[in-house]
């Protein structure tokens, strides 16, 4: 089976230092028998890197140092308490770079032309925000929604996070998005009539011209509708592998991470301060509330959240820049990069439909108070601009937590944007509706609070 794959590489790593030999090498054994050649540069050794038991270096390179390209680096798991990806990690993308990119067409005159490392554009994504996070001292989490897959990014205390979602994507994955989310997933999205023909028609139709973009409203309508599943089961995954190790601190990329089967999730969207979208989906949508409300769905934020999406996919050019210039990368990213959509604050968790959820007194500058009250199941959106900071008031009803703790009033400046403050009372999770008329009579006034689609739209 190692042969039949053919893989670009191996990672093998197991045991902590000091532990047992035996199973490793016999790991090392097994692909060392199955010889596999590299997926490209067939006439290449297969780069093969041990990351496990130190006291294994020297059987695991007389078994595979004559038949593969084998590096070797630190134990990823030295202790059973400690973790120490770093090394591992930077040794895969340096392999990535060496053996499988430079079998790129152009590859090395491409290297001739640039002062400052190439990089996979996931981690040119990722070191952007980490630098952002860092620099602003703030939680974040970025998404890039892509034609085959979704990357997801997260820093939450300074620690940074990468999952890659193979099959997740808006063209060549979006039947495995359909497959994964199911129809009726992804028409509880939806304010228009679609049955599941319809939509499994058009998933094929998208399937067989993947680079073709909506060409109706309807189109659009359910193209976005899938992204939200998109969202929502990449970041399902990412939520699930961001765990941490008891009594530890440590550090870690997803990607390369192993589950921690009970481990707790590094994840609390409670504390987070800036969700950022970027993928064509995301930053070409025609209107900019829906790309706050595909984000809205797909990630459910909590408490007060700001949301941004990347202009013109400039982030993985900008992680590049900062390792030359962190500081103009940052400045850059903030001033030019993000397209700041707005603030949400979100009630959680959910309560009876209809049933009180919040009052609120919103101030925008040299204007007259908004007062109000919401219910559950309710949008409100509340106009205001980047430069505008509104003086939010709000009082949640009892057990419910606005961002300040349960039964808990916020008082605080919340920053406008491009859509504006969005006050979200539909509850955490979002509420679910089995009959078809009434989801997408539900979906139409969500989408209408928010001026998404024109209205229409939204009753066809």
């Known amino acids: 089976r190692i042969r039949e794959l053919s893989p670009d590489m191996i990672l093998l790593s197991g045991g902590t230092d000091g532990g047992t030999v035996s199973h490793v090498v016999e ?114 989490i970025g998404v890039d929604i892509g034609g085959a897959t979704t990357d997801v990014f997260s820093v939450f205390g300074g620690t940074f996070n990468r999952t890659v979602s193979a099959n997740l994507g808006m063209s060549y994955s979006v039947s495995n998005v359909l497959a994964q989310a199911g129809v009726e997933g992804v028409l509880r999205w939806l304010s228009i009539h679609c049955d599941a023909g319809r939509l499994q028609d058009g998933v094929k139709n998208k399937m067989i011209r993947p680079t073709t973009i909506p060409q109706t409203l309807e189109e659009l309508i359910v193209e976005q509708g899938l992204a939200r599943e998109a969202l929502s089961l990449a970041f399902s995954q990412h939520r699930s592998l961001v765990t941490g190790l008891k009594g530890t601190q440590r550090r870690r990329d997803i990607a390369e991470a192993f589950a921690q089967v009970g481990a707790e999730s590094l994840i609390d969207m409670h504390s987070l301060d800036l969700l950022v979208g970027s993928g064509g989906v995301l930053s070409h949508a025609p209107r900019r509330a829906q790309a706050m409300m595909m984000l809205m769905d797909g990630f459910q934020p909590e408490g007060v959240t700001e949301l941004a999406v990347d202009s013109i996919f400039m982030m993985p050019h900008l992680g590049v820049l900062s390792q030359v210039n962190e500081r103009a990368a940052v ?81 605080r400046r919340c920053r406008g944007g491009e859509v504006g403050i969005v006050l979200d009372a539909r509850g955490r999770p979002l509420p679910s509706e089995a009959d078809p008329a009434e989801r997408r009579k539900r979906a139409a006034r969500w989408l209408r609070a928010l001026e998404v689609y024109p209205e229409g739209a939204l009753t066809q």
């Open 331 to 411: 400045e850059v990213f903030e001033h030019d990069c993000l397209v700041r959509l707005g603030t949400c604050i979100a009630a959680s968790p959910g309560g009876r439909l209809g049933g009180k959820c919040m009052s609120y007194r919103i101030v925008l500058p040299g204007a007259a108070p908004r007062e109000g009250e919401l219910a559950f199941g309710e949008v409100l959106r509340v106009p205001a601009g980047e430069e505008d900071l509104v003086e939010v008031d709000i009082a949640p009803a009892r057990g419910v937590d606005v961002g300040a703790g349960k039964s808990s009033r916020l008082r």
């Open 27 to 140: 790991l090392a054994e097994y692909i060392g028998a199955a010889r596999p050649r590299a997926r490209l540069g067939r006439g290449f050794s297969l780069p093969v890197i041990y990351a496990g038991n130190r006291d294994a270096r020297q059987k695991v390179s007389e078994v595979l140092e004559r038949r593969s390209a084998l590096s070797i680096t630190e134990n990823i798991r030295p202790t059973l308490e400690r973790e120490e990806l770093g090394p591992a990690r930077g040794k895969i993308q340096q392999l990535f770079l060496e053996h499988v990119m430079a079998h790129a067409p152009g590859y090395e005159k491409l290297i001739g032309w640039t002062s400052a490392p190439i990089m996979p554009t996931p981690a040119a994504v990722g070191r952007i925000m980490e630098s952002v996070a860092r620099r602003q001292n703030i939680n974040l």
